[in-house]
């Protein structure tokens, strides 16, 4: 199942809040029912425009040794039937990592367009294209890979539902997803979605030797605006290496009059 649009923490970014309410597409086949709960939760996600948030990201080593860095993430919805959403994201702190940034042009059958920015001391940084072999490496050291930065567009994917069953206190659609899109570092993966407000839960990431090597756990949900929801605390755990992520979000705001000028390369290196 896709992670919201609004980033790849979001996922899946997106990175990121998830919405729908019960489905009323007749759905036939497992394939027919999955896609109609991605067109749903896609569509009852839109119009939020764009979108300002903060947080931390905590890393963990296999030790279980710490080290916590602090950045913002803008997303510019696009509405465009061959393009995704736009994000930034922007490293404030500690000082090794400060002024790091990386844009996503995110695309649905084509290549993601995406560039990090390495700010230089005492000289002008540098830009750098990350190129498809690259897209499934590790983000900053993080568990999430350049790949999860991306918005997960619906047209990026095939789908089947594979049974509804107990999360928790909820009930929960379990749906595979299987990119479409040429150098993904996943063959599918498998999201648990509560059927009353349609959020993801749990993400499973299968790799490209088919393995289960990554679960994410999408938590403590806010809704914004009476109607966008976004998940405040997400944990991605490998494993195969025994590490770990924790994104912990403080501030969402929504309609803050970003611009597509905003998501330009020229402003990387001026990226607040």
Known sequence: MQMPKESAFIFFFSLVGLFAAPLSVAAETAEEKGLAIAEEMERRDLGYADSVSELEMILTNRQGKTSTRYLKI???EVQDQKLGDKS???FDRPPDVKGTVLLTHSKILDQDDQWIYFPALGQKGRIKRIDSRSKSGPFMGSEFSYEDM???EVGKYKYK?????????MTCHVVESYPLYE????????SWIDTTEYRVHKIDFFNRGGAHFKTL???KYQKYLDKYWRAHELYMVNKLTGK???LLMSRYEFQ???????FSRSRMATAK
Request: charged share 30%.
């Open 88 to 90: 930034l994201v922007i």
């Open 256 to 262: 803050q009059g970003l611009e597509d000028r905003d």
């Open 217 to 219: 756990i999408m938590a």
């Open 74 to 76: 803008k997303t510019l």
């Open 161 to 169: 539902w594979l049974r509804d069953e107990a999360c928790g206190q």
């Open 150 to 152: 991306s918005s997960r």
């Open 183 to 190: 150098g993904s570092g996943y063959t599918k993966i498998i």
């Open 244 to 246: 770990s992520t924790r």
